[in-house]
């Protein structure tokens, strides 16, 4: 298994922006589909946005293309994730993830978690 390392959260007003970082160690020699995820209170994790081993295909949620980017640098084995036009509703814990599979973003292939990185954006 590959060890994840959120960090980039923190208090932003809305409008601005953040950059998440993912650092992966351990078995950073597989192949590894990345995502994002993220968990507000009261409410179920939700798949944010993934990006596959080579960078070449990225997936967004529909609420937020346009604002978010998901790019990776697997010499470094970080994926990144920036967050502009904050807004209070993208409030949550973000997690990384790494997938097993290459065809599919369900939650199922997503083995290896970090763990975790607050966002809180006011309004």
């Known amino acids: 298994q590959v060890q994840l390392v959120e960090s980039g959260g923190g208090l932003v007003q809305a409008g601005g922006s953040l950059r998440l970082s993912c650092a992966a160690s351990g078995r950073t020699s597989s192949r590894y589909a990345m995502g994002w995820f993220r968990q507000a209170p009261g409410k179920e994790r939700e798949f944010v946005a993934g990006i596959s081993w080579s960078g070449s295909s990225t997936y967004y949620v529909d609420s937020v293309k346009g604002r978010f980017t998901i790019s990776r640098d697997n010499a470094k084995n970080t994926v990144y994730l920036q967050m502009n036009s904050l807004k209070p509703e993208d409030t949550a814990v973000y997690y990384c993830?790494?997938?097993?599979?290459?065809?599919?973003?369900?939650?199922?292939?997503?083995?290896?978690w970090g763990q975790g990185t607050q966002v809180t954006v006011s309004s």
């Open positions: 993830a790494a997938s097993t599979s290459s065809t599919s973003w369900s939650e199922a292939y997503f083995g290896s």
